[in-house]
Protein backbone atom coordinates (compact mmCIF):
# COMPACT_ATOMS: atom_id res chain seq x y z
CA UNK A 1 0.00 0.00 0.00
CA UNK A 2 0.97 4.00 -0.79
CA UNK A 3 0.06 6.57 0.65
CA UNK A 4 -1.83 9.22 -1.45
CA UNK A 5 -0.12 12.08 -2.32
CA UNK A 6 -1.39 14.73 0.26
CA UNK A 7 -4.47 12.78 3.17
CA UNK A 8 -6.45 16.09 2.41
CA UNK A 9 -7.39 14.37 -0.90
CA UNK A 10 -9.53 12.42 1.23
CA UNK A 11 -12.16 13.65 3.06
CA UNK A 12 -13.61 11.74 5.73
CA UNK A 13 -16.81 15.06 6.52
CA UNK A 14 -17.67 18.03 4.69
CA UNK A 15 -15.07 20.76 5.80
CA UNK A 16 -16.78 24.06 7.30
CA UNK A 17 -15.24 26.17 4.81
CA UNK A 18 -13.00 25.30 1.52
CA UNK A 19 -10.78 26.70 -0.86
CA UNK A 20 -11.62 28.48 -4.11
CA UNK A 21 -10.34 24.93 -5.72
CA UNK A 22 -11.48 22.30 -3.01
CA UNK A 23 -13.66 20.09 -4.61
CA UNK A 24 -11.73 19.55 -8.09
CA UNK A 25 -8.64 17.90 -6.34
CA UNK A 26 -11.00 16.19 -3.47
CA UNK A 27 -11.05 12.56 -4.62
CA UNK A 28 -13.89 11.66 -2.19
CA UNK A 29 -15.69 12.90 0.46
CA UNK A 30 -18.37 11.16 2.91
CA UNK A 31 -21.44 13.04 2.67
CA UNK A 32 -24.12 13.09 5.50
CA UNK A 33 -27.28 13.74 2.79
CA UNK A 34 -28.60 14.33 -0.84
CA UNK A 35 -28.93 18.35 0.32
CA UNK A 36 -25.01 18.06 0.82
CA UNK A 37 -24.37 16.04 -1.70
CA UNK A 38 -26.31 18.40 -4.37
CA UNK A 39 -24.20 21.92 -2.90
CA UNK A 40 -21.22 20.02 -3.06
CA UNK A 41 -22.31 19.18 -7.06
CA UNK A 42 -23.32 22.42 -8.30
CA UNK A 43 -19.90 24.12 -6.81
CA UNK A 44 -17.88 21.63 -8.37
CA UNK A 45 -19.22 22.36 -11.49
CA UNK A 46 -18.33 25.93 -10.94
CA UNK A 47 -14.82 25.49 -9.89
CA UNK A 48 -14.52 23.10 -13.06
CA UNK A 49 -15.55 26.09 -15.31
CA UNK A 50 -12.79 28.54 -13.58
CA UNK A 51 -9.39 28.41 -13.84
CA UNK A 52 -8.97 25.32 -11.19
Not at 3 to 18: D, E, H, I, W, Y
Not at 29 to 39: K, P, R, Y
Request: charged share 10%; net charge negative.
Amino acid sequence: LTNPPRGGLFVSAMPQTTSPCHWVSVITTILWSSEQLLDVWKTYENQTQSDC
